[in-house]
């Protein structure tokens, strides 16, 4: 079992989605989302769990745990990173100067 993210890095105030996907692409019954070891997300059809707006508290290990062809399975952790709009801001500002310098 993989979990799937829209990204690993999001923007705060962007939208993330995340998705148990089964090998083979079997389905997946019972599925249950996780962060940082707290569940987050119960659906007995495996739906994607989505995320609007992320914050910073949003940032964490993530998994899934459900049933595979009726046995138990859980995906590696994925760690998930909401950025600070300001700070992408502000390297993107850094780096036009900085091409700018070199022309």
Known sequence: ???QASAEE???GESLFLRCH?????KIKK???????MALK??????VFSIT????NDS????????LQKQPCVSEPLRITVIKGELVRE?????SRERREDI
């Not at 089964?22 to 079997?26: K, P, V």
């Not at 707006?53 to 910073?56: D, I, K, P, R």
């Open 53 to 56: 707006n992320a914050s910073l």
């Open 31 to 37: 599925v249950i989302y996780y962060k940082d070891d």
């Open 10 to 12: 999001v923007l705060e």
């Open 22 to 26: 089964g090998w083979r692409n079997w």
């Open 60 to 67: 964490g290990s993530y998994f899934c745990k459900g049933l």
């Open 1 to 3: 079992m993989l979990l």
């Open 91 to 95: 390297k993107e500002i850094v780096h």
């Open 42 to 47: 119960y659906s007995y059809e495996n739906q």
